[in-house]
């Protein structure tokens, strides 16, 4: 990889870290060419400290580095998209990541349905929200509407309506993202048992 190191006056480049596993962008650093020469051979990544003026590897102090998984250049080879495995939180605040958010993975649509689920658990309003009333009428009812979804995408998967299929499908996924918040879980829970399989 051919990096240009002479775009800016000060010889920085900007490296945007993003955790390799989940895609959480975890902090945006700057890299002089002798960073990133020594973030390649040491495989933990160094910037360089625009205050301290001087090279600086995340975790030096704290312990918490960022573990090398892949680097890439830009289309104009002068910011790089660093991919790490971290081994703790990134922030100095101790947070996960500079922007305070969880260092989680995102499911993208799913995980704004799970947020909107949450929404109607927590606002209760039963009359006008179908996931409301649902909650409000418990976690049998909940679990039977899964079995029930479930029965059906089982029967339309024996006949040969794709579109039937799907829908059952989606209504069954929707019903089961519900039964997991109401059980006061999400899908990342659900991921994680998966991997250690």
């Keep these: 990889m051919k990096l240009d190191f002479t ?7 900007p490296a945007i870290i993003q955790d390799a ?3 959480t962008v975890l902090m945006l650093g700057y890299m002089n060419e002798e960073a990133y020469q ?3 051979s040491s495989q933990k990544v160094t910037f360089f400290s625009r205050t301290k003026n001087r090279l600086w590897t995340k975790g030096e102090e704290s312990g918490n580095f960022l573990n090398l998984v892949s680097m890439e250049a830009d289309c104009d ?9 971290p081994t703790g939180p990134v922030c100095h605040t101790g947070a996960d990541t500079c922007w305070q958010q969880p260092n989680k993975t995102k499911f993208g649509f799913l995980s704004e349905l799970e947020n909107t689920i949450q929404l109607r ?11 409301a009333s649902l909650f409000a009428k418990g976690i049998n009812k909940i679990a039977q509407k899964v079995g029930e979804e479930a029965i059906e995408m089982v029967i339309e998967a024996k006949d040969s309506n ?28 659900v991921v994680e048992i998966l991997k250690k399989r």
């Design 38 to 40: 020594q973030t390649v």
């Design 162 to 189: 794709d579109d039937l299929f799907l829908n059952e499908s989606a209504d069954l996924l929707f019903h089961y993202l519900i039964l997991l918040k109401a059980k006061g879980f999400e899908l990342n829970d």
């Design 77 to 85: 080879n002068d910011t790089l998209l660093v991919q790490v495995s």
């Design 21 to 23: 596993t989940t895609k």
């Design 121 to 131: 658990k927590e606002n209760g309003e039963s009359e006008t929200s179908y996931v």
């Design 7 to 13: 775009k800016n006056s000060d010889g920085l480049i």
